[in-house]
């Protein structure tokens, strides 16, 4: 044999081993979405799907087979509540409300339920579970009078010190995927969030003493921001929020993702 032929027939062979491990190692995607986003929390205590703000992101995911992946995500979303709009009278005489954006970095394992196609199986449609780990930014503000005041640095509920605005968070949820062409693939979830934290919308314990609310006024004419309530009805020393010990936030999300091989191969 020539060792040209001997030469191509060789780096063919590696080749197309290097391609066959690749594939059995997984597989990489690379996906965006965007979507709505909502809250549960001491001013949205009931309803669980309730969207009060968008929200978009980015993720690259290592398919390990047909079933089982890992993805990175960065999420961003804003939120907002506001007990004036609420159906219960005793919130709207409350009358706290808030907004904040949500900076998110996740670390999420995808478990499809069905033999996915790109991940060497043959079923393009799939339903998927997830769960993970992350931490997220939270910036609580009330705007008034064109001002917009934040309000984790005015000790709302008498802290001696600012709370912390980066929290660790739990997120999962559910979702569905379709392989609509080749290695492009659609997908749609809702996934909540879990973080170790009850100030996402800057309520969660008593109403300070009158001493410390007077720190808390702002603005001409002043709006006491601890207790802004219609006829104060924020007795010092009474409860403000709700007697859970998290805020919970959630993404509802549509998105498109590509997958693909990575292999090198000589040419001539």
Known sequence: MAPNKFLFLFLLFACSAEVSRAQEGGNW?????????????????????????????????????????????????????????????QFRDRNLSFKTSLSEFTAIVDFNLFNFKLGGGTRQFTPYLFTGVGGVVFKPTFKY???????????????????????????????????????????????????????????????????????????NPGLNLSDPSIGQIGVPGTQRGDFRKRDTYLFVSVGISFTFVSSKCYSF
Request: aromatic share 12%; hydrophobic share 30%.
């Open 29 to 89: 995607e690379l996906g965006i979405m965007a979507g709505g986003a909502g809250y549960m929390g001491d001013l949205n205590q009931n309803n669980p799907l309730k969207i009060s703000g968008f929200s978009a992101g980015i993720f690259g995911k290592k398919n390990f087979n047909q079933y089982l992946g890992i993805r990175l995500n960065y999420n961003y979303g804003q939120i907002e509540a506001k007990d004036s709009e609420s159906g219960n009278q």
């Open 145 to 219: 009078n064109g001002e917009t005041f934040r309000l984790d640095r005015k000790a709302t509920e008498g802290q001696d010190n600012a709370y912390n605005n980066v929290a660790l968070t739990v997120p999962y949820g559910l979702g569905l995927k379709y392989n609509y062409k080749d290695t492009w693939s659609v997908f749609s979830e809702i996934g909540y969030r879990t973080p170790l934290t009850d100030y996402i919308d800057d309520v969660s314990g008593k109403y300070p003493s009158l001493t410390l609310q007077s720190n808390t006024i702002v603005g």
